[in-house]
């Protein structure tokens, strides 16, 4: 008997999640939540630019919750604490790659802990950025290697694919002075979840951090006027970021994960370059053996490429509608990636 899923907003993720629903044998789209009023109603494959599926999207939350559903896959711009937890209280699992990949026991998750238990479901968080590139691949390689004294996460990312220019110059701060993009907010909104993952790698190896986690943010800037997506960024301002956040033992560094961003290549200030392997995903060991993993194909071919058919997009998508099924199966509370089994995809 297939599982029956309630898709939970049908943003980027959430219109390819649909897509990996439909299309996975073991699975059964049972509804979906919409936030704006003008897509209830409407045919969820409609919305998804695919061939209508016969269920009808609903932004109304109790109508959603009657639904019979096995889990919901709660893929919203900005998560709502709440909103999950009226989800689990509901008997639904929840699969999110929004957060709580290894949350830290807060009185808040000790309450989501508690309802999973009394309702009987799980919540897993997962994605790839945070997520498998920052905890599951980290967590599999290590297991070729021994005397482990530091493992790194590195994204190597051409941004000007992401063509959102409210979020690239007012929120990402591309485009600005140097300074101003020295406090930006991304240092934050992004560490907690590369937080978590820092925190996932180190128990799983062994070590025992200390306190606090450096995070720390690096700047490029255009030499020249550069032509991009989001406008034209003038010479002096910020085309390129890098952002690093580390978990230390004794003050030394034993987790990093890291994040370049680039407006391309050229005309930039110190001159950052993606290195000979171009844009990708890097897992990197300093052990024995020194084991280094590259993976492409998770970036657009072309600039052109459409966000909503982003490669990346549709892995964070299916790597939470591969983890349907054992998340349903999991015992009841909070699952990471340490709680489950492997997680496959399935064949065409």
Known sequence: MSLRVVQWATGNVGRNAVEGIVAHPDLELAG???????????????????????????????????????????????????????????GRNVVTPTGWFFPPRTADIAELEGACRQAGVSVHGTGINPGGITEQI?????????????????????????????????????????????ASPMLGLLGDGFGQSIDLVAHALGWTLDADKPATIETAVATRPIDTPV?????????????????????????????????????????????????RFEVAFDAVPPVTASFHGLHPASLDDDLDRNPGIIATAMHAVNSIPAVVAAEPGIRTYLDLPMMPGRAA
Not at 253 to 275: K, Q, Y
């Open 32 to 90: 979906a939540y919409v936030y704006d009023p003008t897509k209830a109603g409407r045919d969820v494959g409609e919305l998804c630019g695919i061939a209508p599926l016969g269920v009808a999207a609903t932004g109304d939350v109790d109508e959603v919750l009657a639904i019979d559903a096995d889990c919901v896959l709660y893929a919203p711009m900005l998560p709502s604490p709440a909103e999950v937890l009226r989800i689990v209280r509901a």
């Open 138 to 182: 980290p967590v599999l390689l290590s297991g070729f290697c021994r005397d482990i004294r530091h493992v790194r996460a590195e994204e190597f990312s051409d941004l000007r694919t992401y063509a959102s220019e409210f979020v690239v110059r007012e929120i990402m701060l591309f485009g600005k002075a140097p300074e101003e993009a020295a």
């Open 231 to 279: 406008g034209v960024l003038d010479a002096g301002t910020v085309a390129a970021q890098r952002m690093t956040w580390q978990g230390t033992v004794g003050g030394e560094p034993v987790v990093t994960v890291r994040v370049n961003w680039l407006m391309g290549t050229d005309h930039l200030e110190p001159a950052w370059t993606f290195g000979p392997e171009g844009e």
